[in-house]
């Protein structure tokens, strides 16, 4: 199995990462994990990005895009993979498609988890107000102000994804803002059940016929004549031991006596 799961930031994506990883058997492939593994490695690809971020500057789509290469060969993700964190745009996606189509392997399911973002803010808020009343250190990441930063950076670039998955037939959606359980179960879900067009494309199955007497399903063509006709078609018996009327022995033992 093969998945992307889409969301803002916040939205719970590495902790349901971590639990399909886990139920399915599957490797968890996250863009920050792979960028700094192929550093530590001293691939050609790691020492690229190395030199990039040394600078400062965004790694480019083609070398991400490298490096996924490389970690898809990998046996852990033989069995399938789950991408937490890219794609970030269509430009992205776009490339995703072509690589996997190189390797004859494809999508199954694109998961968004749907969260209210104001809800969220609020969360973070109270977050940091419990850690400061415990006198920890609040991460600078963790702050409300760098979470509507990203906020807006999600929806300008990674939130067209939805539509363009959609367009494809493998978007899930699932609500994230029940617990993390609840969430889980919804993804189990929206998993197992097909979309529409899956629905469409599945092929029908064929009436199977049982042995012996072929039977229409509306019945024989004489049962469905109307139930005058069937009553004028059938046979007048004989009405037998009626009993003789006055003017009937009349008429017989006339004829009785022309006879004699």
Same mark, same amino acid.
């Given at each position: 199995?093969?998945?992307?799961?889409?969301?803002?930031?916040?939205?719970?994506?590495?902790?349901?990462?971590?639990?399909?990883?886990?139920?399915?058997?599957?490797?968890?492939?996250? $863009?920050?994990?792979?960028?700094?593994?192929?550093?530590?490695?001293? !691939?050609? @690809?790691?020492?690229?990005?190395?030199? @990039?971020?040394?600078?400062?500057?965004?790694?480019?789509?083609?070398?991400?895009?490298?490096?996924?290469?490389?970690?898809?060969? #990998?046996?852990?993700?033989?069995?399938?993979?789950?991408?937490?964190?890219?794609?970030? $745009?269509?430009?992205?996606?776009?490339?995703?498609?072509?690589?996997? *189509?190189?390797?004859?392997?494809?999508?199954?399911?694109?998961? %968004?988890?749907?969260?209210?973002?104001?809800?969220?803010?609020?969360?973070?808020?109270?977050? @940091?107000?419990?850690?400061?009343?415990?006198?920890?250190?609040?991460?600078?990441?963790?702050?409300? %102000?760098?979470?509507?930063?990203?906020?807006?950076?999600?929806?300008?670039?990674?939130?067209?994804?939805?539509?363009?998955?959609?367009?494809?037939?493998?978007?899930?959606?699932?609500?994230?803002?029940?617990?993390?359980? #609840?969430?889980? %179960?919804?993804?189990?879900?929206?998993? !197992?059940?097909? !979309?529409?067009? #899956?629905?469409?494309?599945?092929?029908? /199955?064929?009436?199977?016929?049982?042995?012996?007497?072929?039977?229409?399903?509306?019945?024989?063509?004489?049962?469905? /004549?109307?139930?005058?006709?069937?009553?004028?078609?059938?046979?007048? /018996?004989?009405?037998?031991?009626?009993?003789? !009327?006055?003017? $009937?022995?009349?008429?017989?033992?006339?004829?009785? *006596?022309?006879?004699?």
């Amino acid at each position: 199995m093969r998945l992307v799961l889409l969301g803002p930031p916040g939205a719970g994506k590495g902790t349901q990462a971590e639990r399909l990883a886990e139920r399915y058997g599957i490797a968890r492939l996250s $863009t920050g994990d792979m960028l700094r593994a192929a550093v530590a490695a001293g !691939t050609p @690809i790691g020492l690229k990005a190395k030199d @990039i971020m040394a600078r400062g500057e965004l790694v480019p789509d083609p070398v991400v895009i490298a490096i996924i290469a490389d970690r898809i060969k #990998e046996a852990d993700a033989a069995k399938g993979f789950i991408l937490d964190g890219f794609p970030r $745009t269509v430009a992205q996606a776009e490339a995703l498609e072509r690589l996997l *189509a190189q390797r004859g392997l494809k999508l199954d399911a694109v998961v %968004e988890i749907k969260v209210d973002e104001g809800i969220l803010i609020n969360r973070i808020e109270n977050r @940091i107000a419990q850690m400061q009343a415990r006198g920890e250190q609040v991460r600078a990441d963790d702050k409300p %102000e760098v979470l509507k930063q990203r906020l807006v950076a999600y929806r300008g670039q990674t939130a067209p994804l939805i539509d363009y998955y959609q367009g494809k037939g493998r978007l899930r959606t699932v609500d994230g803002m029940p617990p993390i359980d #609840e969430v889980s %179960e919804g993804i189990s879900r929206v998993l !197992t059940k097909k !979309t529409p067009s #899956e629905a469409k494309a599945s092929p029908r /199955r064929k009436p199977v016929r049982k042995s012996g007497r072929k039977t229409s399903r509306k019945g024989s063509k004489a049962s469905r /004549r109307p139930a005058k006709a069937r009553k004028a078609t059938r046979p007048k /018996r004989k009405a037998a031991g009626r009993p003789k !009327t006055r003017k $009937t022995a009349r008429k017989a033992a006339r004829r009785k *006596a022309r006879r004699g």
